[in-house]
């Protein structure tokens, strides 16, 4: 049975060549195809013969097809891919200075329920699989060098798509050593950031296993109750506990960890809010990213005033805690954070701007 060629590091593929007696050259050459030369069709080239073959009998090279493009007027794009199963996951391209930030699915849907997140009501349908993961990039790298030539690289990577990349630790794992590659896609260090709702048995993980990831971290209150309400698994992994764990781990130069407040008019936006998130993290190693709410179909929350955002930064800023507002992109395609949710998918296609 044929498996992905996008789904073995570089390591694993050279034990496959050295196992077979095939010459030690042809890992390194797929690789240069595929991923520097960003070709989709099989290499021949170079390759011995008995490489040619085996490659034609073990691997396959199938990336996941775009079903639906949507592009805002912000130059944001959203894909909605089929997977060979029919499964369907989002991915999006965010623009900044001319050059973009994908954001990842690594489940299709999510087990985390969180009740601000359209993903969250989709529920978990199945793990994503190293090379479906690769495949979005891979895809939507395409789409650009074809439709916008003139602006077409990414830089960064987030996995803020679908899921809770931490619940799909080896998968999402291999994805970021064969982004992180030299050999691969030669993404820089410290381009990688990995979003967690707080899974600690994946943050365990991370700490050891991926040195060179960022992580942010979902705090959106430091109220228990409220943050039960927003992020269930709160009960199981407690904010305490998962921060404990995060001021745990010796600072490094090669990775962040950044903490996320999504902002929900009249629910955590108060004065007292602030205060408590800016005494939770005062004098620790952090930065804010603070997030208005961005409504979906059926959400139960609102956005808040641009100027209560201001204000709640500004009472952070208090605490000199580094906040940063973050500007909304693509809201107007239901591709802004949290608003994805490939069960309900839109439909139509709108050309490339
Ligand atoms: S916010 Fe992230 S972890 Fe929570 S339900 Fe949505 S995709 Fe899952």
């Given at each position: 049975m044929k498996t992905s060629f996008y789904q073995h590091s570089l390591a694993e593929l050279e034990l496959l060549f050295r196992e077979r007696g095939l010459p030690p050259s042809g890992p390194g050459l797929l690789f240069n195809w595929h991923y520097k030369k960003r070709k989709s069709e099989p290499c021949l080239q170079n390759l011995a013969k008995d490489s040619i073959n085996f490659v034609s009998e073990f691997l396959n090279f199938n990336l996941p097809e775009i079903e639906v493009t949507q592009c805002s007027d912000d130059k944001t794009v959203k894909f909605l891919f089929r997977l060979e199963d029919g499964q369907k996951i989002e991915s999006v391209l965010i623009p900044f200075n001319g050059k973009y930030t994908i954001c990842l699915s690594s489940q299709v849907g999510c087990a985390m329920k969180c009740s601000f997140c359209h993903t969250g009501l989709q529920g978990l349908s199945r793990n994503l699989r190293t090379d479906e993961i690769i495949g979005q990039f891979l895809v939507a790298q395409k789409w650009l060098t074809a439709n916008r030539p003139e602006d077409d690289k990414i830089l960064n990577i987030v996995f803020m798509g679908q899921g809770e990349p931490l619940h799909n630790f080896d998968a999402v794992k291999m994805a970021c050593e064969i982004f992180l590659s030299q050999h691969g896609l030669s993404i820089a260090d410290q381009k990688i950031t990995?979003?967690?709702?707080?899974?600690?048995?994946?943050?365990?993980?991370?700490?050891?296993?991926?040195?060179?990831?960022?992580?942010?971290?979902?705090?959106?209150?430091?109220?228990?109750?409220?943050?039960?309400?927003?992020?269930?698994?709160?009960?199981?992994?407690?904010?305490?506990?998962?921060?404990?764990?995060?001021?745990?781990?010796?600072?490094?130069?090669?990775?962040?960890?950044?903490y996320e407040y999504l902002l929900i008019d009249n629910f955590n936006d108060t004065d007292e809010d602030a205060h408590l998130t800016g005494k939770l993290l005062e004098g620790k190693k952090a930065y804010i990213s603070l997030i208005p709410f961005n409504p979906f179909p059926g959400s139960p929350y609102q956005r808040p005033q641009l100027s209560k955002v201001e204000h709640f930064k500004s009472i952070l800023d208090q605490y000199k805690i580094p906040t940063l507002i973050r500007a909304t992109k693509g809201d107007q395609i239901l591709a802004a954070c949290g608003q994805l949710n490939s069960k309900t998918a839109s439909k139509p296609l709108q050309s490339p701007s």
């Amino acid at each position: 049975m044929k498996t992905s060629f996008y789904q073995h590091s570089l390591a694993e593929l050279e034990l496959l060549f050295r196992e077979r007696g095939l010459p030690p050259s042809g890992p390194g050459l797929l690789f240069n195809w595929h991923y520097k030369k960003r070709k989709s069709e099989p290499c021949l080239q170079n390759l011995a013969k008995d490489s040619i073959n085996f490659v034609s009998e073990f691997l396959n090279f199938n990336l996941p097809e775009i079903e639906v493009t949507q592009c805002s007027d912000d130059k944001t794009v959203k894909f909605l891919f089929r997977l060979e199963d029919g499964q369907k996951i989002e991915s999006v391209l965010i623009p900044f200075n001319g050059k973009y930030t994908i954001c990842l699915s690594s489940q299709v849907g999510c087990a985390m329920k969180c009740s601000f997140c359209h993903t969250g009501l989709q529920g978990l349908s199945r793990n994503l699989r190293t090379d479906e993961i690769i495949g979005q990039f891979l895809v939507a790298q395409k789409w650009l060098t074809a439709n916008r030539p003139e602006d077409d690289k990414i830089l960064n990577i987030v996995f803020m798509g679908q899921g809770e990349p931490l619940h799909n630790f080896d998968a999402v794992k291999m994805a970021c050593e064969i982004f992180l590659s030299q050999h691969g896609l030669s993404i820089a260090d410290q381009k990688i950031t990995i979003s967690t709702a707080g899974y600690l048995p994946g943050l365990e993980r991370w700490k050891e296993e991926m040195p060179k990831v960022n992580i942010a971290l979902s705090l959106h209150s430091p109220l228990k109750e409220k943050r039960d309400q927003l992020i269930p698994i709160n009960k199981k992994y407690p904010l305490e506990e998962v921060i404990k764990y995060v001021d745990s781990i010796p600072e490094g130069k090669n990775r962040f960890v950044t903490y996320e407040y999504l902002l929900i008019d009249n629910f955590n936006d108060t004065d007292e809010d602030a205060h408590l998130t800016g005494k939770l993290l005062e004098g620790k190693k952090a930065y804010i990213s603070l997030i208005p709410f961005n409504p979906f179909p059926g959400s139960p929350y609102q956005r808040p005033q641009l100027s209560k955002v201001e204000h709640f930064k500004s009472i952070l800023d208090q605490y000199k805690i580094p906040t940063l507002i973050r500007a909304t992109k693509g809201d107007q395609i239901l591709a802004a954070c949290g608003q994805l949710n490939s069960k309900t998918a839109s439909k139509p296609l709108q050309s490339p701007s």
